[in-house]
């Protein structure tokens, strides 16, 4: 990745409403699922919420949230440590988010972004989830 690319993430990491996000959005709606988004006091503010199931849903990039064993989540070749530092406090992050909605009895669905790749993929993730 070139360095302005990186710029150029670094900014998206902040953002909301970016392309996976919306792609699970679309399919849960299609599917008949209301939902909210960006429920603020909630914590780690998940970015779709589904009352009805009790259910928060977290759409994290792969690279800055590392998603494990994913072809698109190594940590660039210079200043490495840097970014691990930077990676593994997010990661570190996500995970207090996750236990905390699950101390307040929210089940937690995260969908990576290299699985909205295939519609069919997120949709078993959501029934294995919305079933019970
Ligand atoms: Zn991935």
């Known amino acids: ?3 302005e690319e990186r710029r150029a993430n670094m900014q998206a990491v902040k953002q909301k409403n970016t392309k996976p ?3 699970v959005r679309k399919l849960l709606h299609s599917l008949g699922y209301r ?3 960006h429920k603020k006091g909630l914590p780690g503010t998940p970015d779709i919420v589904l009352p009805k199931y009790k259910t928060c849903i977290f759409v994290h990039g792969c690279f800055w949230h590392h998603h494990k064993d994913c072809k698109r989540s190594p940590l660039p070749k210079t200043n490495t440590s840097f970014w691990e530092n930077k990676i593994m406090r997010n990661v570190a992050r996500d995970k207090k988010h996750i236990e ?3 101390r307040l009895g929210w089940k937690v669905l995260v969908i990576w972004e290299c699985e909205t ?4 993929a997120i949709q078993s993730k959501f029934l294995e989830v ?3």
């Open 130 to 132: 919305f079933k019970s």
């Open 21 to 23: 996000e919306v792609l």
């Open 100 to 102: 905390d909605l699950q």
């Open 1 to 3: 990745m070139k360095p």
């Open 35 to 37: 939902f909210r988004i």
């Open 117 to 120: 790749k295939s519609a069919k």
